[in-house]
């Protein structure tokens, strides 16, 4: 019985499984041109508090690999760190946000919201990739 409900399932077109809420417009389809920021503008889109606070942490680690090799690792990895906290915080404040306007937001709203807060992130990946690749080549070799 449960194979001739699962050939049932599988034989029906996936557009005509899905309701009309969730096909997408024919303008949605069409390839959109993608948009380059520069890198001030990312700066800014990340919120310049976090972006600042990752790129002291880039130049302490940069100090570091001069001064102090050892550190190196444990300043890039407090990047990641400070980045997920600005994640956390910004979806703190767009969940107050969605509370008090009663839940009614646009998901465009949402998805931008999202690919702004994965700003920070990349930059304190980045930055914690460069502090890896700068104890690579200061690892003392035997």
Known sequence: MNATILK????????????????????????????????????SQGGTLWMSLITILLIAMLFAAWKAPRWVKEIGLAAPVVALLSLLFGLYRAFDALYQTGGVISPGVVFGGLKVSTIP????????????????????RI
């Open 8 to 43: 049932s399932l599988l034989s029906i077109p996936l557009q005509a499984a899905l309701p009309d809420s969730f096909q997408a417009p024919p303008e949605a389809l069409q390839a959109a041109e993608p948009q380059v920021s520069s890198l001030p503008d990312l700066f």
């Open 121 to 140: 992130i990349i930059y304190g990946l980045l930055v914690y990739l460069l502090s890896l690749v700068i104890r690579i080549v200061r690892k003392p």
